[in-house]
């Protein structure tokens, strides 16, 4: 009885210790972006002093050491601070320091926001003897931040003994969870990262980057939301608010998406492929390459090298359709038999019977093929055009609803 007590006991640590890291803090990637210059692509890189303008700034929020000292900030004493300004405001919690020079490397240093309100540096972490960097070593560093300011510094009080405080890069980091943004017809559609002790999510969208947002969904129990309060061609910026049963909140990464009206072609039934669908082939002559099927253009075509050739396409969601129309053309004029596989949960599988349709030598727009209606995330087309070499000028697709289903 006893071996079944400590057994059960090992069984229940088994169960509560996967809670415990899904509980855990995620973080965002690294929120500043790959800086080319103190105010450039976006926010403002300043430090209290720099040795010289090869090692301003900038050069620690460029993700590089790779040309040594002038790929990092030094300063010109030895203790010093290093800024990031953001163009809008965040709550970080978390920061990275990668060493390139190990008696420059900070030691003892604060991590601070600055509160525009008050006009003060208000420390938020604080290290002390951090020693013995290794060459190339990153480092990262946590801690509890709800509050959202726009502009961080490490305020370095003392280095590791050498002249100058040198650091190769600084990345940081907020609390945060993923979102990804389909764009639909007349919608988008999201979807978010499920969360532990959440009573309720909000939606926020922004038509800007990094908001204001405004709030279009509270109290969302699910993790997916439709947004179809949209204009088509115009893009928007989302983010989710996680409300935790501790009365925190918690936002999203940023997702966004621009809906758009499906496209027609003069003449075809259906709509064309969405926006962003990657076509292949078996094969293709010259400059007539596998997009030129799903181009929008009639007049371009793909011609696959002989009769027997496959064309892949996959679509950046999944697309519920029931037919497929096949423009296509042959030289000499020919029957063609074009059998159709749909993608679904990652394997081809057939969709049609093999279809038989007469093309000329000239764009021709063939009978819509049925297909299993369902949703799928990409077509494959086997053409065999008898006598002649496969082409194809355009394809659309019978659309019954391209919202994305989540698996
Ligand atoms: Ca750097
Ligand atoms: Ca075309």
């Not at 949703?375 to 994305?404: C, F, H, M, R």
Request: proline letters at 4%; a negative charge.
């Amino acid at each position: 009885m006893k071996k079944f007590y400590s057994f059960a006991l090992f069984f229940s640590f088994l169960l509560v210790l996967p809670l415990q890291s899904v509980s855990a803090a995620q973080y965002s990637e690294d929120l500043i972006p790959k800086m080319i210059n103190n105010n450039a692509p976006a926010g403002i890189a300043s430090a209290s002093t720099q040795y010289s303008p090869l090692y301003a700034a900038w050069k620690a929020f460029n993700n590089s050491i790779v040309d040594g000292y002038t790929d990092t900030w030094e300063s010109n004493t030895n203790s010093g601070w290093l800024a990031y300004e953001f163009p809008y405001t965040v709550a970080i919690s978390k920061y990275t320091l990668t060493n390139f020079d190990g008696t420059r490397a900070p030691k003892n240093w604060t991590f601070e926001a600055w509160d525009a309100p008050t006009s003060t540096w208000i420390v938020l972490d604080r290290r002390t003897n951090e020693s013995n960097w290794r060459s190339a070593e990153k480092r990262e560093f946590t801690f509890t931040n709800k509050a959202e300011y726009n502009k961080y510094r490490i305020n370095v009080t003392e280095n590791n003994g050498g002249e100058f405080v040198c650091i190769g890069d600084m990345e940081m980091m907020k609390e945060s969870f993923s979102i990804k943004a389909t764009p639909g017809e007349s919608l988008v559609y999201l979807s978010w990262e499920a969360l532990n002790d959440v009573t309720s999510y909000e939606v926020k969208r922004s038509a800007v980057i990094h908001g204001p947002y405004t709030t279009i969904a509270t109290n969302v129990t699910t993790t997916s939301y439709i947004d179809n309060d949209v204009v088509n061609n115009t893009k928007y910026y989302y983010v989710i608010e996680a409300k935790l049963s501790n009365g925190e909140t918690l936002k999203s990464d940023e997702g966004s998406a621009t809906p758009e009206l499906p496209s027609h072609i003069e003449g075809m039934q259906g709509v064309t492929l969405p926006t962003g669908s990657v076509a292949t082939a078996s094969s293709q002559y010259l400059e007539s390459i596998a997009h030129k099927a799903i181009d929008k253009d009639m007049n371009t075509r793909w011609l696959g090298i002989g009769s027997k050739n496959t064309l892949e396409i996959k679509f950046p969601k999944q697309v519920s359709f029931e037919f497929v129309q096949i423009a296509g053309f042959a030289e000499p004029i020919s029957n063609v038999h074009y059998t159709i596989s749909g993608l679904k949960d990652g394997k081809w599988v057939p969709i049609s019977n093999t279809a038989t349709r007469y093309v000329y030598g000239r764009p021709t727009i063939t009978d819509p093929i049925n297909v299993t209606a369902g949703s799928y995330q990409g077509i494959k087309i086997a053409v065999d055009a008898t006598s002649s070499w496969a082409a194809i000028n355009e394809i659309t697709l019978g659309v019954i609803d391209s919202v994305p289903t989540e698996s």
